[in-house]
């Protein structure tokens, strides 16, 4: 793959990290990330092999409700999690793309959640009545979805115009999806193509110009999640690519500041990690130090409020953007 920014296709790229190693311990091997000089979003490097990808995936990466059921201990601490910090920060998200949209309430929406997971914060959405659709590449995550009636496909990002014609929504999320996939300006495309003239596109990212970036260097969380993270996108190559790719309308609104405050707390504490916590033989030790990163977590909630409201700098942000109507030239 040619070495340009997947952003917005500048081929003016310098060294940013280098020597960085898996903040999870699974993937071998160092990184690094070289940064844009036009737009500033920054790109993985070595470039990894298609093939590999997947492989760089720990079995426990994402949070589920049924974490931890080979230990009474571990499944309490995941129910825990969920009700104080989960369940408040996909309600929160929930709110922030219905107010961007201007709605309260979601009847007649169809809408399709890429890289859905287990669907927890699709049932905030259809609680507010939008029509949900999860996508994953996982079919025991669509199954479940199915079983608790919601609809679903097995299916990547490349390929879900084989499931869905042209205009089929009329919302299409991705909350940290872009980050991990080759080609920005494809998926963007896809999304472009499922979406009616009018549609909305909700895409959620960690910011590498934002004020959480530039403090944390290379000890921010998102750096060292390579190599699952493809790029950091900066505000304006965000921006730039959404807008290229047929959208209008396009702005930036902060996170839910408990996610940007998890995020702190991980930087801070990296074996408080899921994968340290509820992946392996990680014992008592794991669990402790999971429990202090959920204390820095609710103390850093307010700071990470600010950081995105008050300052304008927030380290995760959620892009939206209306699909413009055939025709359309932005000037």
Known sequence: MAETCLYCQSPDLVPLYRGVTDRLGHAPGAWGFDRCLRCGSARLTPWPRAEELASFYPPVYSFTTDLGRQSVLKSLLAQVEYQVFYAPQYAAQVRIVCRAMRRTRGQGVRML????????????????????????????????????????????????????????????????????????????????????????????????????????????????????????????????????????????????????????????????SLTHAYGGAGGGGALVRRLIGGVVTVLAGPLMWLEGHLLRRPGHGIVMGQAAHPGFAER
Do not use: M
């Open 113 to 272: 959640d890429v890289g859905c997971g287990r669907g927890l914060r699709l049932d905030g959405f259809a609680r507010r009545g939008f029509k949900v659709t999860g996508a994953d590449f996982q079919p025991e995550v669509i199954a479940e979805l199915k079983q608790r009636g919601f609809g679903g496909v097995v299916s990547d990002i490349d390929h879900l115009s084989d499931h869905f014609p042209p205009g089929t929504f009329d919302l299409i999320t991705a909350f940290y999806v872009l980050e991990h996939v080759p080609d920005v300006a494809a998926t963007l495309a896809q999304c472009r193509r499922l979406l009616r003239p009018g549609g909305w596109l909700a895409a959620a990212v960690p910011l590498g110009d934002g004020l959480q970036a530039n403090v944390l260097g290379r000890r921010w969380i998102h750096v060292g999640e390579a190599p699952r993270h493809l790029s950091l996108p900066s505000s304006r190559g965000l921006e730039s690519a959404v807008r290229a790719a047929g959208f209008t309308a396009v702005r930036i609104v902060p996170d839910a500041a408990l996610n940007a405050a998890g995020a702190l707390a991980s930087s801070l504490i990296p074996a408080a």
